[in-house]
């Protein structure tokens, strides 16, 4: 069984610059997760999918971040202007449903200048 | 405010003596605790989990504990092996109890485990 998919691996890009990230979850998986992960913490929770519908979206920066599931199953997140705080990598997760064990992909690590 | 605390930054161990690794919460609201492996530049890896009606789960080489009373779980490898060297986080979540974002895991800062030959 494939698992969960990012791209890219690594992004560098400067300050006030836009990026993407791209997530293809485990299939069949109805619920998707995006963290944040800064160097030397444990990854913090940004938004999350059951299908194509937000269930918590509590801790996403909506001045800057926004994501979406169009189809219920791949999902991008984009930040856009980027800030040196930024910088960390990204983790797509999925599960599936919600509260069952949850599934990482490698990651996007993304550094801004 | 960190509801999930991972006091131990790093722990080293020799090959084949056991590694105890440690967690403690603040939210009495977690109701379902597992940990996670990471090796450099992969995403975190699923290894055991504990609901909170019970106080042992073991998986091969792989033992969590729950002490719910002092808010308080451990992760035992034993025996130790070099290919466990990895950061281990602990993560805990609210599924049944916590309206809404059930599944929502709140992760600790990790555990650098370095086993030696």
């Known amino acids: 069984e494939a698992g969960v998919a990012q791209s890219p691996r690594y992004k560098i890009i400067e300050k006030r610059q836009s990026v993407a990230f791209w997530c293809n979850p485990i299939s069949g998986h109805a619920t998707l997760y995006w963290y944040q992960q800064i160097l030397g913490q444990g990854p913090k929770l940004l938004i999350q999918?059951?299908?194509?519908?937000?269930?918590?979206d509590s801790q996403l920066p909506k001045d800057r971040f926004s994501a979406e599931r169009l189809k219920g199953v791949d999902s991008t997140l984009k930040i856009q202007p980027a800030k040196l705080e930024d910088s960390a990598v990204y983790l797509c997760?999925?599960?599936?449903?919600?509260?069952?064990?949850?599934?990482f992909g490698p990651g996007t690590r993304l550094t801004v200048l | 405010d960190q509801q999930v605390k991972q006091n131990s930054p790093s722990l080293s161990v020799q090959e084949g003596r056991i590694s105890i690794l440690n967690c403690d919460y603040t939210?009495?609201?977690?109701?379902?605790f597992l940990w996670y492996k990471k090796y450099p530049a992969e995403g975190p890896t699923f290894l055991i989990s504990i609901s909170s009606i019970k106080d042992k789960n073991e998986d091969g080489r792989f033992t969590v504990f729950l002490n719910k009373s002092a808010k308080h779980l451990s992760l035992h490898i034993v025996p130790s092996q070099p290919g466990d060297s990895a950061v281990y986080f602990c993560?805990?979540?609210?599924?049944?109890?916590?309206?809404?974002?059930?599944?929502?895991?709140?992760f600790g800062k990790g555990t650098k485990l370095s086993v030696k030959p």
């Open positions: 997760a999925s599960s599936l449903d919600l509260g069952n064990t949850q599934y």
């Open positions: 993560a805990a979540s609210a599924r049944m109890n916590y309206g809404g974002s059930q599944g929502n895991l709140i």
């Open positions: 999918f059951q299908n194509n519908g937000v269930v918590d």
């Open positions: 939210n009495s609201m977690f109701d379902y």
